[in-house]
């Protein structure tokens, strides 16, 4: 199971961290990609990391403000967003992904966490 956390309000051009946490198992040498929900909108996917590749790619739309990266001591992954706007804010989710087609992901989703970017 993964929970997202590190969600919360900031401002345009400000930053935020969240992470994904894996419990009950360790998320070994799996692809985790992030995704979000903007309200009144379908899920879209943001970015995926391949530790197998060595590799990650991000969505156009976050391409230079996002990145991902993984403590495996903590088991957890973690999405950086910087110069955030308005048009980010959405829940925040991650899941275990087939690296090649994200839209193909191997759990069921968690409750997010919500990011709102206003002033």
């Known amino acids: 199971q993964l929970v997202e956390s590190g969600g919360g309000l900031v401002q345009p051009g400000g930053s935020l961290r969240l992470a994904c946490k894996a419990s009950?198992?360790?998320?070994?040498?799996?692809?985790v990609g992030w995704f979000r929900q903007a309200p009144g909108k379908e899920r879209d996917f943001v970015g995926g990391?391949?530790?197998?590749?060595?590799?990650?790619y991000y969505a156009d739309s976050v391409k230079g403000r996002a990145t991902i990266s993984r403590d495996d001591a903590k088991n957890t992954v973690y999405l950086q967003m910087t110069n955030l706007k308005p048009e980010d804010t959405a829940v925040y989710y991650c899941?275990?992904?087939?690296?090649?087609?994200?839209?193909?992901?191997?759990?069921?989703w968690g409750q997010g966490t919500q990011v709102t970017v206003s002033s």
């Open positions: 009950g198992g360790t998320l070994g040498r799996l692809a």
């Open positions: 899941n275990v992904i087939d690296y090649t087609n994200p839209n193909r992901t191997f759990n069921s």
């Open positions: 990391m391949s530790w197998s590749f060595g590799s990650s």
